[in-house]
């Protein structure tokens, strides 16, 4: 379909890049037990197939976010050589560049920063089922719950329907500013949120966190602003510029694509 659609002969497809959740298993070309999937998903295999679908060894597998930062790094201008690419979406990741170097890790897992522990109490566990972690509060898929459970830690008058089972973050962020229990959620996320990126900023020292993922994408004042304003107070050293990413909804594809043309490096040189 993706070779239809840009009107190109699938048979002279020489190279693929593959941008995907994660953790992968880079040995074996797959996913191993995605925190956000269903328990009856435990593997998906994604090299192997699409290898033989086009008939070359050519096939590049990032994690989503690894992606998303070598296409914000491929297609800038600025082309930074120590930065973040981090991901508020269903889950919370990051791909990082250090000293021109984008880090995987011998299995491809570098960078998953939303199983950072930010709450040492605990009190809500990750889709990967470890307590505190950074995405159980702050992941689209999340911040419903983590709703539901400051609720009932304070039942207080509010339009959200909390109990309705297709309450989502979007019902949160909709009734920002109109509705004091949505406030309060929100800046209970933005909390969490600027904790996580502060943890990034001391591990990785980026000039800059490009941001992207639907929550931030879809709002960007309730997300990056209270991020921005709270930074200073919790980072020992310097505080980069943090923005959204340049890319929109395509900066993981640009990257896998970019991962393809240059033989999974992302380096522009080798083009």
Same mark, same amino acid.
């Given at each position: 379909?993706?070779?239809?659609?840009?009107?190109?002969?699938?048979?002279?497809?020489?190279? !693929?890049?593959?941008?995907?959740?994660?953790? +992968?298993?880079?040995?074996?070309?797959?996913?191993? =037990?995605?925190? *956000? #999937?269903?328990?009856?998903?435990?593997?998906?295999?994604?090299?192997?197939?699409?290898?033989?679908?086009?008939?070359?060894?050519?096939?590049?597998?990032?994690?989503?976010?690894? !992606?998303?930062?070598?296409?914000?790094? $491929?297609?800038?201008?600025?082309?930074?050589?120590?930065?973040?690419?981090?991901?508020?979406?269903?889950?919370?990741?990051?791909?990082?560049?250090?000293?021109?170097?984008?880090?995987?890790?011998?299995?491809? *897992?570098?960078?998953?920063?939303?199983?950072?522990?930010?709450?040492?109490?605990?009190?809500?566990?990750?889709?990967?089922? &470890?307590?505190?972690?950074?995405?159980?509060?702050?992941?689209? *898929? =999340?911040?419903?719950?983590?709703?539901?459970? /400051?609720?009932?830690?304070?039942?207080?008058?509010?339009? /959200?329907?909390?109990?309705?089972?297709? $309450?989502?973050?979007?019902?949160?962020?909709?009734?920002?500013?109109?509705?004091? $229990?949505?406030?309060?959620?929100?800046?209970?996320?933005?909390?969490? =949120?600027?904790?996580?990126?502060?943890?990034?900023?001391?591990?990785?020292?980026? #000039?800059?966190?490009?941001?992207?993922?639907?929550?931030? /994408?879809? =709002?960007?004042? #309730?997300? #990056?602003?209270?991020?921005?304003?709270?930074?200073?107070?919790?980072?020992?050293? *310097?505080?980069?510029?943090?923005? &959204?990413?340049? /890319?929109?909804?395509?900066?993981?594809?640009?990257?896998?694509?970019?991962?393809? +043309?240059?033989?999974?490096?992302?380096?522009?040189?080798? +083009?």
């Amino acid at each position: 379909e993706a070779c239809a659609e840009a009107d190109v002969d699938p048979e002279s497809v020489i190279a !693929a890049g593959v941008a995907s959740i994660g953790p +992968l298993d880079l040995a074996e070309g797959a996913v191993e =037990n995605p925190a *956000n #999937l269903p328990d009856t998903i435990d593997r998906i295999p994604l090299t192997g197939p699409v290898s033989e679908l086009l008939d070359t060894d050519e096939v590049y597998l990032h994690n989503d976010t690894v !992606a998303g930062c070598i296409g914000e790094r $491929f297609h800038s201008e600025r082309n930074p050589d120590d930065m973040v690419y981090l991901t508020i979406s269903s889950g919370v990741g990051a791909g990082v560049c250090v000293d021109g170097n984008v880090l995987e890790g011998w299995d491809g *897992n570098a960078g998953e920063v939303g199983h950072m522990t930010i709450d040492p109490h605990g009190q809500r566990t990750c889709g990967c089922g &470890l307590d505190g972690h950074w995405e159980a509060y702050c992941s689209g *898929n =999340n911040i419903p719950e983590y709703a539901k459970d /400051l609720h009932a830690e304070d039942p207080v008058d509010t339009a /959200l329907d909390v109990e309705d089972p297709n $309450f989502s973050a979007v019902d949160v962020f909709e009734n920002a500013g109109d509705d004091e $229990f949505a406030d309060f959620v929100v800046d209970q996320v933005a909390h969490w =949120n600027a904790m996580g990126v502060a943890n990034v900023i001391h591990a990785y020292a980026p #000039l800059i966190v490009f941001v992207g993922g639907a929550v931030a /994408l879809n =709002n960007p004042e #309730l997300t #990056l602003d209270p991020v921005r304003e709270k930074l200073e107070e919790m980072v020992f050293i *310097n505080v980069p510029e943090i923005q &959204l990413t340049t /890319l929109g909804d395509e900066v993981v594809i640009e990257g896998a694509v970019a991962s393809a +043309l240059t033989g999974g490096t992302g380096d522009r040189s080798r +083009l």
